[in-house]
């Protein structure tokens, strides 16, 4: 985990830097703009078996801040569902509910500017996590407890926008460390999902 963490603050970091040597080589490209996105996740469980996947939602706030005409610094706070599917004899939804933080460098392909690809680092916090028996909804346990408050992700994707008014997003989460916290699931259980997301903008 303390790795992770210093990895995180190293990247933020460096983003800060990058942003400053941009902005003092072109100063006129510094903008930034708001923007709300909502959307689906395909997500899943990763461990030695894997899980099924479940289809989720995500939605929140980002902010874009251009620090040159061909890349840019994002941040987000996002509500994300998250979580998968155990199957067996009683297969089990779970239902993990977090807050995200991703912290991103984009970078525009194309001389218009509209498709970008982008990665960094995300940091969420488990708000909620229940595991549903699927043959009975009122079987429900509560397993906050039993995980890990923070988790931290690796996010990579790609962009389109469209008119500078709106965003189509593809983007993959690979989680990097244990949502257990607890002997009693798997210590080697991580986050992974892909998401798919509209954005519109405004200043």
């Known amino acids: 985990m303390k790795r992770v963490q210093r990895a995180v603050f190293c990247l933020i970091f460096s983003l800060s830097i990058a942003a400053r040597?941009?902005?003092?080589?072109?100063?006129?490209?510094?903008?930034f703009r708001f923007k709300l996105k909502w959307g689906g996740s395909y997500t899943w469980l990763h461990d030695d078996e894997g899980t099924d996947?479940?289809?989720?939602?995500h939605a929140g706030l980002g902010l874009d801040f251009k620090v040159s005409s061909k890349s840019a610094l994002g941040t987000e706070l996002i509500f994300s569902q998250q979580g998968g599917i155990f199957t067996?004899?009683?297969?089990?939804?779970?239902?993990?509910?977090?807050?995200?933080?991703?912290?991103?460098?984009?970078?525009?392909?194309?001389?218009?500017?509209?498709?970008?690809?982008?990665?960094?680092?995300?940091?969420?916090?488990l708000v909620s996590a229940k595991y549903v028996t699927e043959n009975d909804p009122s079987r429900t346990i509560d397993v906050k407890?039993?995980?890990n408050q923070s988790d931290f992700a690796f996010v990579a994707g790609m962009s389109f926008i469209a008119n500078d008014e709106a965003?189509?997003?593809?983007?993959?989460?690979?989680?990097l460390t244990s949502i257990s916290d607890s002997s009693?699931?798997?210590q080697g259980l991580t986050n992974r999902g892909i998401q798919v997301s509209f954005a519109f903008f405004f200043k």
């Open 145 to 147: 407890d039993t995980l």
């Open 21 to 31: 040597s941009f902005g003092q080589d072109d100063p006129e490209n510094l903008s």
């Open 88 to 125: 067996g004899d009683d297969s089990q939804r779970k239902n993990f509910n977090y807050l995200s933080v991703p912290c991103i460098m984009a970078y525009e392909l194309n001389r218009s500017g509209n498709f970008l690809f982008h990665g960094g680092l995300q940091y969420s916090y």
């Open 53 to 57: 996947p479940r289809i989720r939602t």
């Open 184 to 186: 009693l699931f798997d």
């Open 167 to 175: 965003e189509l997003t593809l983007r993959y989460v690979h989680g």
